[in-house]
Nanobody
Framework: QVQLVESGGGLVQAGGSLRLSCAASGHYAMGWFRQAPGKEREFVAALSWSGGSTYYADSVKGRFTISRDNAKNTVYLQIYSLKPEDTAVYYC??????????????????WGQGTQVTVSS
């Protein structure tokens, strides 16, 4: 069973920064999704198994950075210049068994419990 534990969410003013962490029980291709109230879950960023490729939603390019500490099996999502529309629950996810588009939630097999990010204006 793959375990994913997110942390780092909180209440931040617009323009601020946050770093979300996801501690995984192994090494996988990883992704971050988010879900705002009343909206569908949406892709944010992903990191290939090798770490050599990163992928971002157009809405976050230039403000979000995904990275990994291999020694800790921890994936990070650094968020800069936060906007109120970034308010959402952020989920870490791992692709273990299959493959597919990194932006497709169906590619991923395990999900964390989510961490709330709230951006005040």
């Amino acid at each position: 069973q793959v375990q994913l534990v997110e942390s780092g969410g909180g209440l931040v003013q617009a323009g601020g920064s946050l770093r979300l962490s996801c501690a995984a029980s192994g090494h996988y291709a990883m992704g971050w999704f988010r879900q705002a109230p009343g909206k569908e879950r949406e892709f944010v960023a992903a990191l290939s198994w090798s770490g050599g490729s990163t992928y971002y939603a157009d809405s976050v390019k230039g403000r979000f950075t995904i990275s990994r500490d291999n020694a800790k099996n921890t994936v990070y999502l650094q968020i800069y210049s936060l906007k109120p529309e970034d308010t959402a629950v952020y989920y870490c996810t791992a692709a273990v068994y299959g493959s597919g588009s990194y932006s497709d939630a169906r590619t991923y097999d395990f999900w964390g419990q989510g961490t709330q990010v709230t951006v005040s204006s």
